[in-house]
């Protein structure tokens, strides 16, 4: 293993305790409850070989009355009984305990993980498979029981008993605590070292694997659709078969180490289980010790065989709950990208001014800038289009007045107020949005209609969908309001899921409206009903149109000519077709002439 792999596994061993300590540190009385019960009941366990040694000698005194020798005997066995009970109540006492801690982590971590991802970048988003991610999430969270479990429950009392036995047979017979202290030693660093260097690299591969599992089922099984309409399930079997393949051997190789580094603890037990039985007999021999003493050594010795023989167990568990937990804290420790300032204020837009002053930005992928001093300003209650070819910076124009992306120079303001001075919750609530191809969620179709406005009233759902030209349809349905839409809306048609999302704009009821064209793709009655709908949705307010097919921005006050990140014309459709050479005018009797040519 390089020393650089060596460097990242302790990082990633640091990183996943200090994120766990600092969910302990908000429940310092639990974490304190349930280690001081173990410690205690850990105490108890190790005193019980002392007292079991000393009812053997009381039974072996031959010059002592039997009557005394039985209170002797009696007196060590009480106080055995008695400890075992204490171990056995202080220690139902710290697994108690442990429950409402790691579920209280376990929901805290769920919970504020899906927050952080959901306010990740449009970009990383755009990169990352869904069921990969929660994948992540789904398996760092349970792994967040195991780590307690392994670290409070097992490793805890484990170090004590190995401490405490070393320093109580230390003080006796110093060989027995050399011994024991020697072999644990040994033993530790063995099983530690393994599972760092040896064992984790490649749990950390089989790890990886797993989760493309997970991204692969959930990439097929969302565009089983797609999967139908070409008749592949075959070809998705033999993909999700090649992954299951690769997570096989990965998988066959971490157990392999897991098994040959088993085989290697259990060899040094061996030894040190050899070396405490020979010195104890050597010590009977010289007089140094008797039967009892014996019996209380090869007693101790079961003991912390015991827990010496878990430690390597809990070692592994606690490697596996790192490489488990590790992605989950990688994503806490990825940048959000489009962060609220400390000082944000709230977004107030009365007029729905929308302005670029020198606005410059850039992809953090690409070589040369989309934008370079971009200005422009859409007034208050215009309704502009943005037309020109794709990658022109349409799409772009619009994420920033979002500000899904932040700029590279200059500003963009709504209302003389600068976006990124202002919460996103707050811009983006005012803003309306409905894009070209609509995403509902599983729901129903008014908590997907109502989603713009959390708290609306039935009756306001239903006028925002008449308004859409969405309530007759909705209305047929067996279940109307209530039905459930399907994943992503898979259950509605390309219209009908068009009209909710133009239905949920109508609640939102912004004063800032973005549409992307969304009848490019539709049978003329669907066009016809959004058509109509659209035009009831642009009055009123700030209209950002980008536009697919040029008839659709004539009525428009202003269209933007894009091109290469600049606007080359601006002006009503009236006037730029008039330009001649013009680049809209260009464009305009191009598409017109496709749509000849195709009747």
Known sequence: MTSENRNGERAAISAVLAYAAGH???????????????LLATLADVFIPFFSG?????????????????????????????LGVAMVG??????????PLSLGMMTDIAQETFA??????????????SGSVMRKVTRGMWA?????????????????????????LAVQWPLMGLIVALGAAAYVAMTVSLAVFYIAPASKLSNAWDTRIGGTLADALGCNAVVKAYGAEAREDARLARVLAKWSRRSARTWFRHTLAGTGQHVVLLLVRSLLAGAGIWLWWIDRATPGDVTYLLTTYFVVHGYLRDVGMHVHNLQRSVNEMDELVELHATPIGI?????????RITAGEVRFEDVAFHYGAHETPLYSDLSVVIRGGERVGLVGHSGSGKTTFV????????????????????????????????????PQEPILFHRTLAENIGYARPGASEAEIERAARLANAHDFIARLPKGYQTLVGERGVKLSGGERQRIAIARAFLADAPILILDEATSSLDSESEQAIQAAVERLLKGRTAIVIAHRLSTVRALDRILVFEAGRIVEDGPHGEL???????????FERQTSDLRAAE
């Not at 962060?339 to 977004?347: K, V």
């Not at 077709?577 to 464009?587: A, V």
């Open 339 to 347: 962060a609220d300032r400390p000082d944000a204020a709230r977004m």
């Open 577 to 587: 077709i008039r330009r001649p050479n013009g680049r809209y005018r260009h464009l």
């Open 24 to 38: 302990w540190r908000r429940r310092k009385l639990m974490v304190a409850r349930v280690a001081g019960a173990i």
């Open 399 to 434: 994420k920033l007045v979002q500000r899904l992306y932040d700029v590279t120079g200059g500003r963009v303001l709504i209302d003389g107020q600068d976006v990124s001075g202002v919460t996103q919750q707050s811009l983006r609530s005012q803003i309306a949005i409905v």
């Open 116 to 129: 952080r991802v959901q306010r990740f970048s449009t970009d990383w988003h755009a990169n990352s498979f």
């Open 90 to 99: 202080l220690r139902h006492y710290g697994w108690l305990g442990v429950i």
């Open 54 to 82: 000393r009812l053997v000698d009381a039974l072996l005194v031959a010059d002592t009355a039997r009557e005394v020798a039985l209170a002797r005997a009696l007196e060590a066995f009480g106080i055995m009984i008695a």
């Open 144 to 168: 967040v029981d195991q780590l307690n479990d392994t670290l409070l429950l097992a490793l805890l009392p484990s170090a004590f008993v190995l401490v405490a036995t070393t320093v109580l």
